[in-house]
């Protein structure tokens, strides 16, 4: 594990610069790359470009990667969080529009961020009271979200620098990060070596996709942490969401799942037909006051490891439509209840009560208390595997 981790650090200190990568052309079109640089192959169908983005609290170079489709879809992804930056698609009428929340540089994001755009680890959601027992040892845990951890800890891996690698793909421009998160690294036992790969698809899909290995037992859960916005501005509550969950887990004060699996028939939790997120959000229910809106985990209603639909979300202003697919079990949706009006984010926008939404497909929180639940223990010599597609399409 310690070569594994030099090399990760020898190969992390390459120098910055500016590199295209072409998806799908021909050899040709790559050997006039090689003779004459990014200029030449602009017009190829995907590419990738690679540029500074500033630099980390101890002066650590952070970049910023640019995977274009051949549709134009965009999307910017750095290397600091493996934060999206910016995601942009196409409404209705081909005009493309960021659909996701965060600002416009690194040092905001290093400031304050709730979990814009990050990748999360090594536990998404909350882990009650900050403690949980594997293999007979308690292990104790920030209690970042008090009184519980949240999303990894102090430094999760949405505040870590990863190692990127542009590397070649058939469905469009990729972009491989790596960490290796030691053994007692925010409380949690093992090496943990992780791998996400960021593909921008051909048909407006950014793929995630996660493996992981340890060299002993220890518990993962790794998830995304987009908000979205499919208007580019304003509240969700108009967005229409439909989630492939008969269950979901209703939680008690401090957003901790009680152990029940709860059918949401007849609740403001069924969204098994679409339904405008504003629909029922301020009903008078237990549940949506403990979150302050939506907060949970839906159980969805597919095997676990098969790639499958979970939500679609449709925002009838734009015409975009999200898909959320995912081989995981279970699906956090939160409709951004903790956004106040106090971050100024792109452009301007201050981002206000419910701007954004994140759909953050995962195990169930605090499954390493919950023996009931999925399992969330990854044991040396199994691959941690977990993909996740945000899928991108117009509804007339
Ligand atoms: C997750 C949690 C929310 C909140 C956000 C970050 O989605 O479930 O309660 O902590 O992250 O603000």
Redesign the pocket.
């Known amino acids: 594990m310690q070569n594994r981790y030099q090399w990760l650090t020898r190969a992390f200190r390459q120098p910055t610069h500016t590199l295209c990568y072409t998806g799908s052309v021909c050899a040709a079109v790559l050997a006039a790359a090689a003779l004459f640089g990014c200029a030449s192959v602009s017009s190829a169908p995907d590419q990738i470009s690679r540029q500074p983005f500033g630099q980390t609290k101890e002066g650590t170079p952070i970049d910023l990667f640019t995977l274009r489709n051949a549709n134009g879809a965009e999307a910017r992804i750095c290397n600091y969080g493996g934060l999206v930056i910016s995601l942009k698609v196409p409404d209705r009428s081909g005009k493309l529009g960021d659909v996701v929340l965060g600002y416009d540089n690194l040092a905001d994001y290093i400031k304050e961020t ?2 814009f755009g990050a990748l999360i680890g090594r536990y998404g ?2 882990i009650a009271k900050g403690q949980f027992t594997l293999d007979g040892r308690q292990y104790t845990l920030a209690t970042n ?1 008090y009184p519980n951890s ?2 990894g800890g102090v430094q999760g891996f949405d505040k870590v620098v990863w190692l990127p690698t542009v590397v070649p793909s058939a469905e469009g421009p990729a972009l491989k990060l790596q960490h290796l998160s030691h053994d007692g690294e925010e409380g949690y036992p093992a090496n943990l070596s992780v791998t996400v790969i960021y593909t921008l698809t051909g048909d407006n899909a950014l793929k995630v996709e996660y493996t992981a290995a340890t060299d002993r037992n220890t518990v993962v859960n790794l998830t995304q ?1 987009s908000y979205f916005n499919l208007a580019g501005k304003g509240a969700i509550l108009d967005h229409v969401v439909m989630i492939g969950a008969d269950k979901f887990t209703p939680v008690d004060s401090t ?1 901790i799942p009680t152990g029940e699996l709860r059918p949401v028939d007849g609740t403001p939790f069924d969204f098994r037909k679409p339904t405008a997120i504003g629909a029922r959000i301020n009903q008078d229910d237990e549940q949506l006051k403990f ?1 302050k809106g939506y ?1 949970h985990n839906w159980v969805i209603n597919k095997p676990m490891g098969q790639l499958g639909l979970m939500a679609r979300v449709y925002e009838p202003t734009s015409g975009r439509v999200l898909e959320v697919l995912s081989t995981e079990p279970g699906l ?1 949706f ?1 409709s951004g ?3 106040d009006g106090t971050l100024k984010g792109k452009g301007g926008w201050v981002y206000q009560f419910r701007n954004g939404f ?1 759909m ?1 497909p995962q195990h169930y ?1 605090d499954s390493p208390n919950r023996p009931e639940f999925p399992s969330v223990v990854l044991k040396p010599g199994d691959t941690y595997h977990n993909t996740i597609l945000f899928k991108f399409s117009v509804q007339k």
Request: aromatic content about 16%; glycine content about 6%; some cysteine.
């Open positions: 709730p979990y959601n909350r979200n949240l999303h942490h957003l979150g907060d956090q939160y209840n903790f956004l994140c953050e929180p």
